[in-house]
């Protein structure tokens, strides 16, 4: 049966590809207010194509974006219940002009779907709708009861779906989660999630005036708050990468010698820093490898900053306020309020005479660990391996996924997450794309794993 | 002689100020395309008066907004040579609705007349030609060789009149430029510039990575260009507000204790700093005063700043790049490219590895300090004292003219600055205005100028 389910997929590639390159076209973009439109098509889109699959599906409204839930349920009530996660809000494409083709007019180029969301999610958790349809299509059912939860706000931090995730626990209950929202290391190495870095994201402007200045009349006269922003950002990292504010790595749990072995498995070095980024060198605390610091040190970084005229050529002002976003990727020991408090205690400190701070929070979240030893984590893990043809490795990630943690608190059930897309994906960035055996491979894999858990001891949930 | 050339103007007052209310009505706005015919309006205005009044005038095109151009040439060549520099174009009006009457509808009430551009610049040029025409009424002559030139770019910092001024040097010889651009302090406080500060303006990038990265994936492990820019500019200033950059003070000259004197003489003080910024404190070296921070010491300020993700909402980026405009307020000795090199030299050292540089140069001058010793300065001395009855008081400037330097390069004769404005003049505002009684007194003084450049020796230009 399993290998029928696999080969109808096979033969559906071409229309696998089609629906995703209609739901790539829908620029879904949550951070912007002109896209609300588009998110709702987008979730639209979505709940209609789960129904013409064969499941049952509609939008459940937020006080935020609408969240596509499906199911559907085996005839045998005592089958296990798989839950799929995606998301199908995608980043801002900005900046537009850095992009070969139109980020949401999808283009296939050399193997890959160019589009914001190709990989980021919309391809990674449309491969899972593509396997429960080979699966409808092929034996007009599923060999486990299934449930899609698709929301529209993981791009901006957004709280509506852990609200969702409390009010909805018996609506959602299962045996397992699945979450495709991450990375292979390669085309033939699987990578299973171990755990997840929390997250604090916030805005800071620094004001001084009550309007732009000439720059000859008050220049040296008064603080400038872009010079003030300047040096209050300088001083929360030291020369070499580590943050200065106060208690920042108190509950830091320290490695032990095996984690660190475990970690030193991943082939990810310098050199991929490099090669990856086209930065001329990797930097960060001297003290850990690049694994280490990705997965299991906390960051603070400017996400981005701003003031007085950025135009083309000169104007003389003195700027009014000046403002930066900043966030820290939190290990799973950090309690996020602490952390958002300890950094802007600091920047509140460092801030100079005459110039008025203001904030603005963008949500936080916890870190993450999960437990290996699951059953059906070691489904998972089969799997990936009969898919790729190698025992995946096991990450500790450098991202934050907020649902994880309102997953793992409603539901008390395993978390199974394994990545679709490839480290050279581009996302968040322009010229995202989506490699289309990569694509394959998600379909492939997801296939394997209903199969898997469709034959497991049953009443789980 | 004087006296009746003044009786005649006090005679003739309300006929000046007809003069000005039928120029103040043309609204030359040259910020606005929409006003391009009012400006063309305007210039014919001025020449078809100057005309009138027994000057040889024309209009000449330039690249941009015509200069109108006028002399009346002495009988005896070697009487010496005034050029009258002014500009007929003016601010936008904007936001109208903030006016109590219309801005090209000049009214008079309570002493001044209201209208947009009547005291910048309209006002303070045409009590020059309103001198000039008394003289001419009174004399059938004048008592020196005089020149006009008015510009129609200055509010858009143009850059057609310098190509004018260096092109057309034996047009425009002459003993002595007198420019009315400013304010007197009070109505009975005359001031004259004694000199203006250079400027120096250059643009740094600093570049990672070759795109935007995923601060999941990469924070913690390359540098961030923002934080990189940040660390660097943080540190070109310290917390008092001194330039740090090695050299950069080296060629100021240190104030005698009579220039401080002098200065301390302008009533300008913190005070005046939180009332005309809104911002909650004065900021500057603490060795010196606000007056002295304005016009005799050198800044460093950054005018913008911008990297990364600066929409709404959060993005998890690191940026590739994180740019910068600054720019610095030089003091007439010290050296425009020496300055920059300083300053780029400075950047570059503070910059951490891992960050590589790029620099764009948006232009550079020198200040300009005038010779109060110049026998044309104690004349314009003399005629303000005459006439507002208080020795005048010697300003140095914050911002930059770059006429004066244009001037100063193209004739080397001394630039006579005497503003007839006040300071609650409400220029680029809503309800500009000029005092009738400043208009007047404008008249008078530069009646009185001229009388005495023409009893001076001569044969200088």
């Known amino acids: 049966m399993l290998e029928t389910v696999l080969a109808a997929a096979r033969a559906g590639e071409q229309q696998s590809l089609e629906h995703l390159i209609e739901l790539c076209a829908i620029p879904s973009v949550s951070a912007q207010p002109a896209h609300a439109r588009d998110i709702r098509h987008a979730s639209l889109w979505l709940s209609e194509h789960l129904r013409d699959i064969g499941l049952r599906a509609d939008m459940r409204e937020t006080a935020g974006n609408p969240i596509v839930y499906a199911e559907w349920r ?39 779907l160019y589009a914001r969301g190709a990989s980021d999610n919309k391809g990674q958790f449309m491969a ?19 449930k899609f939860m698709i929301e529209g706000e993981e791009e901006i931090g957004g709280t509506h779906l852990g609200e969702f995730i409390a009010r909805n626990a018996a609506l959602l209950a299962c045996d397992v989660a699945v979450i495709s929202d991450s990375e ?3 085309r033939t190495q699987p990578v299973i999630t171990q755990g997840l870095r929390g997250l604090v994201y916030l805005e800071v402007e620094a004001r001084v005036a009550t309007r732009d200045l000439h720059s000859g009349s008050y220049g040296g006269n008064v603080q400038n708050p872009a010079m003030a922003l300047a040096q209050i950002l300088a001083g929360l990292k030291d ?39 086209g930065a001329s060198m990797a930097f960060g605390e001297p003290e850990f490898t690049v694994t280490e610091r990705r997965g299991a040190r906390p960051t603070l970084e400017i996400n981005g900053i701003w003031g007085g005229y950025t135009g083309p050529g000169s104007k003389t ?18 309690d996020p309020a602490t952390i958002q408090a300890r950094v802007v205690d600091e920047i509140r400190r460092r801030c100079p005479p005459g110039v008025s701070l203001s904030f603005l929070f963008h949500g936080m979240s916890a870190g993450t660990l999960i437990d290996l030893d699951a059953p059906e984590i070691r489904a998972l893990q089969a ?9 995946p490795l096991f990450a500790l990630e450098g991202g934050s996924l907020p649902v994880v ?19 050279e ?30 034959r497991m001891p049953s009443g789980r949930a």
Not at 75 to 99: F, S
């Open 317 to 334: 002002v003195l700027p009014a306020t000046a403002s930066a976003k900043l966030s820290c990727r939190l290990v799973p020991n950090q």
């Open 405 to 423: 943690l309102d997953l793992q608190r409603a539901l008390g059930k395993p978390i199974a997450m394994l990545g679709f897309g490839l480290p």
């Open 239 to 277: 020369a070499e990468g580590r943050v200065t504010v106060p208690g920042f790595y108190d509950d830091v749990r320290v490695l032990s010698v095996a984690e660190r072995a475990e970690l030193a498995r991943l082939p990810f070095s310098e050199a991929n820093i490099v090669a990856e980024t």
């Open 74 to 112: 085996h005839p045998d009530p005592t089958r296990p219940t798989v839950l799929i996660y995606g998301h199908y809000d995608v980043q801002p494409p900005e900046p537009i002009e850095a992009w070969t083709s139109d980020p949401f007019t999808p283009t296939v180029r050399d193997g890959y």
């Open 383 to 391: 799997a990936a391996q009969d898919t790729y043809g190698a025992r």
């Open 425 to 454: 994906d581009n996302i968040h960035a322009p010229n995202e794309r989506f490699a289309i055996e990569c694509y394959a491979h998600g379909i492939e894999a997801s296939i394997r794993f209903l199969d898997a858990i469709g």
């Open 128 to 146: 899972h709708v593509c396997a429960v349809e080979s699966w409808m299509r092929t034996t007009g059912g599923l060999p486990c009861s299934v």
């Open 184 to 186: 292979l290391l390669s």
